[in-house]
């Protein structure tokens, strides 16, 4: 049997994890783990599993995993925790550099609440289930129908050593860089609103989540926290953050800056998931400053490329990435659609 648990990067999402691992074992037998976020990464999980039982774990679900998994209602495990505790996680006790673990937190955010409205879905919340281990044990139990008694709940929970305790966002996040606060906030703290019960407003990718490429360092990716040089052949000057969105209607809004020669250049400013979204051609001219929007669906949770095409050779100038704001798009009121319906017979 095959059982998945769907999480943030953070000591409770691992612990929750442990536990549905023993409890797997304890009543069916032996058991292995593997990760995947993707339906190809599941199938090879699948196939090379050496046991009877296998729980998968899921950082970043998208794509066609997502979309298997919401057709099957299928009993899975969702485990919600403040975002920024899992960049700690990530930072702090796995020893990733910032602004990967930044990149890996926010794609699993999209990956959650794309999830958490999954049917068959267990909802666990560090905040509330993160108080009782008996009773989180219990109701992991429960949702995959697995059959232990007291004891063994006991000796599940002792075996996997200290209750993760809840944990505070102030302290380490208080002793952040301003820089790293301010592009983990932009990047994190819509998700924090949202998996509170707040509405997911708009997040902000700071231009050091991306990457520039330059005609002399075309091997290496270069961060784009400064102006890239254009010189050289037509080729994607900017590409990145290379995260996840959820499901839904959005728009993209690309600020960028170009000195005198780059600006009497042209451009294909795009968005990218597996084939491209939606393009905009612009010159700027006389235009130093740009902010270029792009309106754009997705229909399952995935990975989003921002990228900056120069569409000739270029002998000087330099382009410089500002920020990239994406915006949800709410659907129409319900009571909106209710009159089209009547007004239009739709």
């Known amino acids: 049997m095959i059982f998945l648990s769907i999480g943030l990067p953070s000591c409770f999402a691992e612990w929750c994890e442990g ?7 304890q009543a069916l037998g032996p058991v292995e783990t593997a990760g995947a976020d993707t339906i190809e990464q599941f199938a090879l999980a699948v196939i090379k599993a050496g046991s009877p039982h296998l729980v998968v774990v899921s950082r970043q679900t ?31 006790r796995h020893g990733l550099d910032f602004l990967e673990a930044t990149r890996i937190v926010a794609k699993s955010c999209a990956a959650v609440v794309s999830c958490a409205s999954i049917p068959g879905a267990l909802i666990l919340r560090a905040a509330t289930d993160g108080t009782s281990p008996v009773a989180t ?25 200290p209750w993760p305790r ?7 996040w208080d002793s952040l860089k301003d820089s790293e606060r301010v592009l983990a906030t932009g990047a994190l703290e819509p998700y924090v609103v949202h998996l509170a019960g707040g509405d997911l407003v708009p997040i902000t990718w700071e231009r050091e989540l991306f990457f520039i490429s330059e005609g002399a ?30 499901p839904g209607s959005w728009s993209a809004t690309v600020a960028l800056g170009f000195s005198e020669g780059a600006a009497e250049m042209s451009y294909i400013v795009e968005v990218i998931t597996d084939a491209r979204l939606v393009h905009v051609r612009i010159e700027p001219g006389k235009q130093r400053f740009v902010e270029v929007n792009l309106n754009f669906s997705l229909t399952e949770p995935h990975v989003i490329t921002i990228g900056v095409y120069i569409e000739r050779a270029a002998f000087d100038g ?7 704001i994406v915006t949800p798009h709410a659907g129409p009121r319900a009571e909106t659609r209710d009159y089209f319906a009547s007004a239009l017979g739709a």
């Open 19 to 25: 536990v549905t691992t023993r409890l797997v074992q």
């Open 217 to 246: 360092h075309e091997e290496a990716r270069q961060s784009a926290s400064r102006p890239a040089d254009i010189t050289g052949r037509p080729r994607y000057v900017v590409l990145g953050p290379y995260i996840s969105l959820p």
């Open 137 to 161: 044990t219990e109701a992991i139990a429960r949702h995959l129908s697995l059959g232990v008694s007291e004891a063994d709940i006991t000796n599940i929970l002792e075996g996997l050593g």
């Open 318 to 324: 330099r382009l410089a990435l500002g920020h990239v």
């Open 166 to 172: 809840l944990q505070e966002v102030a302290g380490w």
């Open 62 to 92: 998208a794509g066609r995993l997502w979309e298997a998994l919401a057709q099957a209602n299928k009993a899975i495990v969702v485990v919600l925790d403040d975002p920024r505790l899992a960049l700690e996680n990530l930072v702090v």
